[in-house]
């Protein structure tokens, strides 16, 4: 940006002040509120994250500073939640996905659990399996096997040493009003998942990656939310400065809530 196109002193004062207002007006609305879902709280909100997000902008146009302030895009909300106020039950969706990114890898981890759980023993006579075994070249069976012998989360938690890479992941908790009878979903599980009924969800993606070629720092390790890292002081604040030179970048691989909109 050209200097005369950047805010002047006054602006970013103005700007500031405007965000101290709005922090005293949401805190009375607050102090004021009549429930939950109080529509003057909400108006609040949002009157306070314009305020804090027009402020950091200027801030760093002006004077190439941050804040921790780390507003959520209006495209992240959740649509209006119109499940029960007091659900009776809830599901938990999860949907990971992986690339096969070391097949021999995979196939070496799947024979060696089939020969475990054979005690050692040779393939069976006729099986095809041939000098290699159950699995031979087969990652469709190398895949059953894995998923057959280890829970979703130990995968997870051990995706590189089964030659596996992480994909995008999301986690859904949706409200319910009673719960579903055994057998009810099992032949479309996931065919029910409302948007409407999501009382939480949290999602990782390579999306959120800053672009490295735009970044002066570089590369940045794996970082937390802004909040927790403002807490971590200096470190916090590096970490900011280049994530906003990166472009206000999302973080790498961050663990992201979406709660009900605002």
Known sequence: MSDAEQPTAAEVRAAAEAVKTALDRHLAAVERRT?????????AFNDLAAAAEEYDELLYERYDEVT??????AEEALPPYTGPDEPSALSVLI??????AEPRRLLSQ????????????????????????VVGDSVHAALGILFGEYEADEVASRHK????EEG????????????????????????????ELVVCRFDMSAVFDEDP?????????DVMDIDEDA??????YQERRGRRRAGRGRGRRRRRPRRRGR
Not at 35 to 43: I, M
Not at 110 to 124: E, F, L, M, N, T
Not at 231 to 236: H, P, T
């Open 35 to 43: 429930g939950e879902d109080d529509p003057a709280v909400h108006a």
């Open 68 to 73: 921790p302030f780390d507003i959520p895009d």
């Open 95 to 100: 949907r990971r996905d992986y690339a096969v």
């Open 110 to 133: 799947a024979q060696r659990i089939a020969d475990h759980d054979r005690g050692g023993a040779a393939a069976p006579p006729g099986s095809g399996a041939g000098a290699q075994g």
């Open 161 to 164: 040493e089964f030659g596996l």
């Open 168 to 195: 995008d992941s999301t986690l859904w908790v949706v409200a319910a009003e009673e719960p579903a009878e055994p057998g009810e979903w099992l032949d479309a599980p996931f065919e029910d998942a409302d948007p």
């Open 213 to 221: 070629d735009d970044s002066d720092d570089g590369e940045l390790d």
């Open 231 to 236: 807490a971590e002081g200096l470190g916090g």
